[in-house]
């Protein structure tokens, strides 16, 4: 079944970019995840589905400024312009018939 | 607009049982997988289960299975989670997700507010 590897913090300057990694685990580096945004105190929210390819389906209401992209088993989370609500951590979820749900271990993303 | 509205968590005793509830709207309800997902204090997101729009298909982790069963009213728009013999570890907010199911795709991708379950003497 697919592990989902993330690091646990990363920051990065108002008005600057960060990329954020989820990697899959060997084996599963075709997997289509999904990125989710947790602000302090609040629930989830789904950002995009992102395949292997890069291709990536945004969520109603996720700005421009969030993007995807995709290089052999890491996926990725590109914020542009980085704003202070985006302060938050980020899950990667992905699945599998047998898992059916996995998430990983969130990144927690600071904006200094 | 899809709603999710969590509720039914609260305080109770280890050994304990709880029955969450999650309302849905906006969206066709018989047509959707649902799952629970949970969060422990501090902690990251747990999946919890998940059920087809039919309930034809059901999933538990296995740190749940036996102790919890995922169920729904299609008539009613809506989502349970029956919680028995709950120990300290289920101390989590819990969270009514819809499930995208299509070919190629499953993720989660709209979430309820959420609903504290304390399980403490």
Not at chain 2, 13 to 35: D, N, Q, V, W, Y
Not at chain 2, 52 to 58: H, L, P, R
Not at chain 2, 87 to 111: F, I, N
Request: with cysteine; net charge neutral; glycine share 12%.
């Amino acid at each position: 079944q697919p592990v989902l590897t993330q690091s646990s913090s990363a920051s990065a300057s108002l008005g600057s970019s960060v990329k954020l990694t989820c990697t899959l685990s060997s084996g599963h580096s075709t997997y289509i995840i999904a990125w989710h945004q947790q602000q302090p105190g609040k629930a989830p929210r789904y950002l995009m589905r992102l395949e292997g390819s890069g291709s990536y389906n945004k969520g109603s209401g996720v700005p421009d400024r969030f993007s995807g992209s995709s290089s052999g088993a890491d996926r990725y989370l590109t914020i542009s312009n980085l704003q202070s609500e985006d302060e938050a951590d980020y899950y990667c979820e992905t699945w599998d018939s047998k898992i059916n749900v996995v998430f990983g271990g969130g990144t927690k993303l600071t904006v200094l | 607009e899809v709603q999710l509205v969590e509720s039914g968590g609260g305080l109770v005793k280890p050994g304990g049982s709880l029955r969450l509830s999650c309302a849905a709207s906006g969206f066709t309800f018989s047509r959707e997988s649902m799952s629970w997902v949970r969060q422990a204090p501090g902690k990251g997101l747990e999946w919890v289960s998940s059920i087809s729009g039919s309930s034809s298909y059901i999933f538990h982790a296995d740190s749940v299975k036996g102790r919890f069963t995922i169920s729904r009213d299609n008539a009613k728009n809506s989502l349970y989670l029956q919680m028995n013999s709950l120990g300290a570890e289920d101390t989590a907010v819990y969270y009514c997700a819809r499930k995208v199911q299509a070919p190629g795709m499953s993720h989660l991708d709209h979430w309820g507010q959420g609903t504290l379950v304390t399980v403490s003497s």
